[in-house]
T-cell receptor, first 117, second 112 residues
Framework: GAVVSQHPSRVICKSGTSVKIECRSL??????MFWYRQFPKQSLMLMAT?????????EQGVEKDKFLINHASLTLSTLTVTSAHPEDSSFYICSARPRQGPYNEQFFGPGTRLTVL | QKEVEQDPGPLSVPEGAIVSLNCTYSNSAFQYFMWYRQYSRKGPELLMY????GNKEDGRFTAQVDKSSKYISLFIRDSQPSDSATYLC????????????FGPGTRLSVLP
């Protein structure tokens, strides 16, 4: 149980295009989903927290107009990188907090590697 | 000073060795402590989850928390090549909306 999927697992795009990444909790309902970015050999940096049905809360320094987050249901959150540039190339990981269970439990997706040419 | 500090390694040990991984932190409000294992180009997976001080054992893994010293450890007994990964500590305070703070991770290589 407690499986989180991400799609796509890898994407390569041209500079200036937009890319959408999906995060799904497959066997549980998630009240909260988190989006992280991880650069090579660095730790996870929280970008934003999204709660189902409400606007996402962005961390300081993260542009909300560039990284659009939609948490449409208790099992799906999407991150859209708008007008992507090479500096946006990174490993994007989502996690989901179950509706039931230890409050601080989070389950991570496998990540999406974005390469912007 | 970073909120959570962790030696990035890399740490190389022979198969069968006991591995000790550590994190220190500065925020005394942290009460929940997690260890995650992350294989290359994969998402982190939860290994151990502890609350407050004390020890917790799960198979070959033992997590220790010393809140008085703001120091947590993960021990791996009888290490295997399949344990080669990056180990991330994470922690949070028991406070609604408080999110995880991750350490930078330690890269471990277990050599056959």
């Amino acid at each position: 149980g407690a499986v989180v999927s991400q799609h796509p697992s890898r994407v390569i795009c041209k500079s200036g295009t937009s890319v959408k990444i999906e995060c799904r909790s497959l066997d549980f309902q998630a009240t909260t989903m988190f989006w992280y970015r991880q650069f090579p050999k660095q730790s996870l940096m929280l970008m934003a927290t999204s709660n189902e049905g409400s606007k996402a809360t962005y961390e300081q320094g993260v542009e909300k107009d560039k990284f659009l987050i939609n948490h449409a249901s208790l099992t799906l959150s999407t991150l859209t990188v708008t007008s992507a540039h090479p500096e946006d190339s990174s490993f994007y990981i989502c996690s989901a907090r179950p509706r039931q269970g230890p409050y601080n439990e989070q389950f991570f997706g496998p990540g999406t590697r974005l390469t912007v040419l | 000073q970073k909120e959570v500090e962790q030696d990035p390694g890399p740490l190389s040990v022979p198969e069968g060795a006991i591995v000790s991984l550590n994190c220190t932190y500065s925020n005394s409000a942290f009460q929940y402590f997690m260890w995650y294992r992350q294989y290359s180009r994969k998402g982190p997976e939860l290994l151990m989850y502890t609350y407050s001080s004390g020890n917790k054992e799960d198979g070959r893994f033992t997590a220790q928390v010393d809140k008085s010293s703001k120091y947590i450890s993960l021990f791996i007994r009888d290490s295997q090549p399949s344990d080669s990964a990056t180990y991330l500590c994470a922690m949070s305070a028991y406070n609604y909306g408080q999110n995880f703070v991750f350490g930078p991770g330690t890269r471990l290589s277990v050599l056959p």
